[in-house]
Structures are given as structure tokens and as C-alpha cells.
């Protein structure tokens, strides 16, 4: 079993960037495919982005490709969200995800995902 705990939400300005992280308990972390997915309000949780057990594997929604680079250090259990150039439609709350996988599995979809963060909040004002 996998904790999973957001960090580097707030609020910036159209055109700024944040970097989230998303700290994982346990030491089988090199074990799990990592995502992270956001959610507007009154709207479905929907896919950023995913990567694999090595960081040469990662895959990205079109709304964010360019913008978004996710990375992770194994050898600190963390996996890092570089967003740049945000736009007011990126504003949501930001959760990561893990599921337990093979060597080169990623994963877009939410029921795919065994453990979630509580989630961090991503305002970007205009």
C-alpha cells in the first residue's frame, strides 16, 4: 500500500508557473506507475498526466502537452508536475495517483488507479 500527499498549489497569475510534487510513503515506489488528474468544479476528474516506473515513460493530455512536463526521483519517493504557461482553465484541484504495474505500464484512466492524494488546489487568475 502507497500514501499519496500533494504539495504547490496556490494562486498565480495567467501565464505563470507551478511546480506540484506528490511525496509517496513505502519503500516499493519504484514499483508504481504514478498520474496525476484534476478536477473542475462541477466537472469530472480528468486526465493530465501519467508516467511510468522509469522517467523515460510519460504521457500527457492534449490540453496540457507543451506546458506540463511530469518527472519523478525514485530515490526521493516523489513525483514532480512542472506547469508552465498555465491558463484560467487550468484552475482545479490537482490529485496524484499510483497503481501498482509492470516496467513500462502508464495508465490515463481514473478507475486504473489504486491509491489517491488528497488533493491540492490550482487557481490561475486572469
Known amino acids: 500500500q502507497v500514501q499519496l500527499v500533494e504539495s504547490g498549489g496556490g494562486l498565480v497569475q495567467v501565464g505563470d508557473s507551478l511546480r506540484l510534487s506528490c511525496a509517496a510513503s513505502?519503500?516499493?515506489?519504484?514499483?508504481?506507475?504514478m498520474g496525476w488528474f484534476r478536477q473542475a468544479p462541477g466537472k469530472e476528474r480528468e486526465f493530465v498526466a501519467a508516467i511510468g516506473r522509469t522517467t523515460s515513460n510519460t504521457i500527457y493530455a492534449d490540453s496540457v502537452k507543451g506546458r506540463f512536463t511530469l518527472s519523478r526521483d525514485n530515490a526521493k519517493n516523489t513525483v514532480y508536475l512542472q506547469m508552465n504557461s498555465l491558463k484560467s482553465e487550468d484552475t482545479a484541484v490537482y490529485y496524484c495517483?499510483?497503481?501498482?504495474?509492470?516496467?513500462?505500464?502508464?495508465?490515463?484512466?481514473?478507475?486504473?488507479?489504486?491509491?489517491w492524494g488528497q488533493g491540492t488546489q490550482v487557481t490561475v487568475s486572469s
Open positions: 513505502g519503500r516499493t515506489f519504484n514499483m508504481y506507475a
Open positions: 495517483a499510483a497503481r501498482r504495474s509492470g516496467f513500462t505500464e502508464m495508465y490515463y484512466n481514473v478507475r486504473q488507479y489504486d491509491y
